[in-house]
């Protein structure tokens, strides 16, 4: 296991930025370091939830399986998120499996390690509880979204997003075509013909799994031109 800093994660992370050095102290106690190779599961859809994940690097990706092996993706968790505490709240099983996308640095906070901070700390609680909201309207967002915008506006907002997050206009997909297509509510058939338009209208250049943006203004009008025509 990689030799790292477990007070120092703790303490960075946004949820426990605002613990006393005691509480802090005690939950690093409690927390387990968890390393996942890519392509690992981290838990199966009907596994009973034990506690609330905090990925430090790398990439989970949560699905819901599908016995014809076209699974659904929900939502991808990124360094500094955390997943996992809505079912543990509920004594719920996950109705979704988590897998890592990338060599991946997860802590795991034990449910009655967290419930205990919780209660002596009604500011985490808040937090937690924003985190969960945020959550939720991203979710709702997501359903406006596939409800509301054709495929190409779909497309367009996730290069557009995806861009913003990395920081650049050579965009990575961290995802195999057929996932980012499933986690827009798209069939593989239709991302692919999007993408080629783009491209043919020179807006876009696909190289393997890297997609340069030429201009993100043009690639914004062009959007705009598309839910007119929607």
Known sequence: MTKINLGGLLANQALFRHISPFELDLLQKE??????????????????????????????????????????????IRAGQCFGEAMMFLDEPYPFYAEALENTLLLKIPKNALLRLLEQSPLIARQMMAGLSYRLLGFIRNVERYSLQNATQRVIDYLLQTSIMQSTTDVRLELKKNLVASLLNLSPETLSRVLHQLTDEQLIKVSGSTIHIDSADALKTYQHGAAVLN
């Open 31 to 76: 927390v387990i370091k968890m390393e996942l190779d890519k392509g690992l599961m981290l838990f199966r859809k009907g596994e009973m939830a034990e506690g609330t994940y905090i990925v430090v690097y790398g990439l989970v990706k949560l699905s819901i399986p599908s016995s014809q092996g076209n699974d659904k993706v929900l939502e991808l």
